[in-house]
């Protein structure tokens, strides 16, 4: 089964760009992806490892699990059935409105009390005003307001997600250095935004501008890059080749404009070398 999006909320898990990505991906490697390894070094969502298997089935592909998603995908069936008892007391609140006090604190008590995995994203989509990121559990129970967008309809089970996918969790400068010498070795990166917000990632505090700076000594092509207009990665690609970077002379990129909430867009971009 492909899945066209992540089976459970991600931000910015890239499903805009998987036209893209497979267009690239085919013009690029050849026929089932024989000989060639495939790596997702900031696996996210997992959703371009899963459309990466999918399009060259007999490549090698690794998803790097940078934000523990796998874990996420295990426990569907408990985040389903929070999903079910919120959805019973919010049930006589409209939709995207505010929850009244006292359902308020009915929810907050069924968070409290729930035995069973707890899913942070699950809960900031449904609990949270759109596009607000809920860093840890205790934030939901200080809230001064909660909403109801609850969804209606449980997650469908991840059954084949991730098969034939390796899943590992390695920081990317430990990760990269057994792969970057193999020609035939793409390299997949959706690292944390620099100069963006970066909540959206459970372990952004772990990618600073110094990392960015050790990934890029990294990076050789064929890589596909993803970033956006404020992390000013065409600047620096441009930079790169003034100084004779011959690695990034010849890059492509496409761009689309990406929307959070309403009042929330930014420019996304899709930079690729082969």
């Known amino acids: 089964m492909k899945f066209n999006k992540a089976p459970l909320p991600f931000v910015g898990q890239k499903r805009n760009f998987l036209k893209q990505f497979a267009k690239v991906l085919n013009e690029n ?8 390894t495939i790596i997702d070094v900031f696996g996210g969502s997992g959703l371009l490892a899963h459309h990466a298997k999918q399009l060259k089935p007999n490549a090698r592909v690794i998803y790097n699990d940078f934000d523990n998603y796998a874990d996420r995908l295990a426990h569907i069936e408990d985040i389903n059935r929070l999903r079910q008892q919120l959805a019973v007391t919010v049930k006589d609140i409209p939709i995207k409105s505010k929850l009244d006090k006292r359902t308020q604190s009915l929810v907050i ?3 409290r ?6 899913d942070l994203g699950s809960l900031q989509t449904w609990l949270l005003f759109s596009g607000d990121i809920l860093e840890n559990l205790d934030q939901i ?10 969804k209606k309809s449980d997650y469908p089970l991840a059954t084949g997600y991730l098969d034939g996918v390796e899943v590992v969790s390695k920081s990317f400068d430990v990760l990269l250095p057994d792969y970057v010498d193999n020609e035939n070795t ?3 990166l959706d690292p944390p935004y620099l100069f963006s ?21 990294l990076i050789r092509p064929p890589f596909i890059l993803f970033s956006n207009k404020h992390s000013e990665i065409l600047e620096y690609l441009d930079y790169a080749i003034e100084q004779k970077d011959e690695r990034f002379a010849g890059y492509d990129f496409c761009a689309i ?18």
């Open 29 to 36: 490697i050849d026929g089932q992806g024989e000989d060639w």
């Open 197 to 217: 917000e970066q909540k959206a990632y459970r372990r952004a505090e772990e990618f600073r501008f110094i990392s960015f700076i050790k990934l890029m000594t």
């Open 186 to 188: 793409l390299l997949v």
């Open 113 to 118: 009390s729930f035995k069973g995995y707890i």
């Open 109 to 111: 008590e069924q968070i």
């Open 257 to 274: 404009n990406a929307t959070i909430s309403k009042k929330r867009t930014y420019k996304d971009y899709m930079v690729y070398k082969f």
């Open 141 to 150: 129970y200080k809230e001064s307001v909660l909403y109801n967008r609850v």
